[in-house]
């Protein structure tokens, strides 16, 4: 039986996330299922307000860096996350396929899932521990021998980092501020 896990939530803390595909397939190695997985991560971000601070795409995986959203905690927005895009893969699969979500994927599959269940999570407690996980997210694909250098793995935030570029993530855009009078929210930045 599998032990009880513990997540640490509220903590003010960046967290270092994990998820894989189901049985590490390769699911992602379509590079428009990695584009596609970039635009639901930013749309998530967005509704629950929360800051990426780094993030890669690999063909079995995803690393992210985040911290804590506004609206909800880790654990919903992960499950946003893995639910948005899983449906709108299915949807696409099923309009070329002609067949039901279940069997295009055991078709492509030969099981009816797209993610392991749970995610890695790892509360990054210190700054060092932030620079240590951003040099792991970006060398990823290439200690993994995708690319020679990791500017050139379009599905990360390293170009981010070195060149200053925009990607299809907003990373380290900072939270306005905001204050809560009797029940109303005004943003402060607007003020």
């Not at 003010?12 to 997985?37: E, V």
């Amino acid at each position: 039986m599998t032990a009880r896990l513990h997540r640490f939530h509220q903590t003010g803390h960046l967290h270092f996330i994990t998820f894989s595909c189901y049985q590490r397939r390769t699911l992602l190695d379509d590079p428009t299922l990695r584009d596609l997985l970039l635009q639901v991560l930013e749309q998530v971000r967005r509704s629950y307000r929360f800051v990426v601070a780094g993030y890669v795409v690999m063909p079995e995986h995803v690393h992210l860096l985040i911290d804590e959203p506004e609206r909800a905690n880790t654990s919903t927005v992960m499950q946003v996350l893995k639910q948005r895009f899983a449906r709108r893969i299915l949807r696409i699969w099923r309009t070329r396929e002609g067949v039901t979500p279940t069997r295009v994927l055991d078709q492509k599959f030969g099981e009816a899932h797209v993610w392991q269940p749970r995610f890695y999570d790892f509360v990054v407690w210190r700054e060092g521990k932030r620079g240590e996980k951003l040099r792991y997210i970006h060398r990823n694909p290439v200690q993994r021998g995708l690319v020679t250098e990791p500017d050139q793995w379009k599905w990360s935030s390293f170009r981010h980092y070195a060149y200053g570029e925009p990607g299809p993530v907003l990373v380290n855009e900072q939270k306005p501020a905001e204050l809560k009078f009797r029940g109303e929210t005004i943003d402060l930045a607007a003020s």
